[in-house]
């Protein structure tokens, strides 16, 4: 069964808003979630990550919010641009293990 | 620039053939991974390996066989390619210690007729 879920599938956005990506987790031995970008034709490059000592980290526009509680975990997008536009996956791992669970993926259209 | 390369970025074999996917780490990373991603269905994990010789199957690994003869190489194998196994193929590293994410090469688009 998948052990991380994602929604939505795919988003559209305007430039300058908000681009909201959820993803859910059953495993609570899962301890690092990170997220990657991909651009057509390329492979899905580490975005930003993070622990669950932490609810939320923030690197430029981009912030994760973590809900250890509810075992959610969402990417923030503020200022969303077309160069934006890309596939969005969640992740999950454990420490003691070297198997990453991924999400379906959403794609996102920042249009100008 | 740390980097994860893989042999072909596209492939077209007939079915049964058997075919050779290859991946190279210059990161000194302990653990490879090979993913086929598929529309709606993300990444799935076909094998993985955490040291030289090791193993591990993944989700998905019927079909496929893997080796690892060197640190820094990874390779898929497809015994007797089927049109089922159309996709992209995508291979991983990551480092043993702390889960520092997996770096990605920039994928093999298989075609099987």
């Known amino acids: 069964q998948q052990q991380v879920k994602q929604s939505p599938q795919s988003l559209i956005v305007q430039k300058g808003g908000i681009s909201i990506i959820n993803c859910a987790y059953e495993n609570t031995a899962f301890d690092y979630f990170p997220w990657y970008q991909q651009f057509p034709g390329k492979g899905p490059a580490l975005l930003i990550a993070i622990r669950p000592d932490v609810s939320e980290k923030k690197e430029g526009r981009f912030t994760i919010s973590f809900n250890k509680s509810a075992k959610q975990f969402s990417l923030h997008i503020m200022d969303s641009q077309p160069g934006d536009s890309a596939t969005y996956f969640c992740?999950?791992?454990?420490?003691?293990?070297?198997?990453?669970?991924f999400g379906t993926g959403t794609s996102l259209t920042v249009i100008p | 620039d740390v980097k994860v390369t893989q042999s072909s970025r596209y492939l077209v074999k007939r079915t049964g053939e058997k075919v050779f996917l290859e991946c190279v780490q210059d990161m000194d990373h302990e653990n490879m991974f090979w993913y086929r991603q598929d529309p709606g269905l993300g990444l799935r994990l076909i094998y993985f390996?955490?040291?030289?010789?090791?193993?591990e199957k993944g989700d998905i690994p019927e079909g496929y066989s893997v080796s690892r003869e060197k640190k820094e190489r990874f390779s898929l194998i497809l015994e007797s390619a089927s049109t089922n196994q159309t996709s992209m193929y995508l291979c991983a590293s990551s480092p043993q210690q702390v889960p520092g994410g997996q770096f990605f090469g920039p994928g093999t688009r298989l075609t099987v007729l």
């Open positions: 992740a999950a791992s454990r420490a003691t293990g070297n198997q990453f669970y």
């Open positions: 390996s955490y040291d030289v010789k090791m193993k």
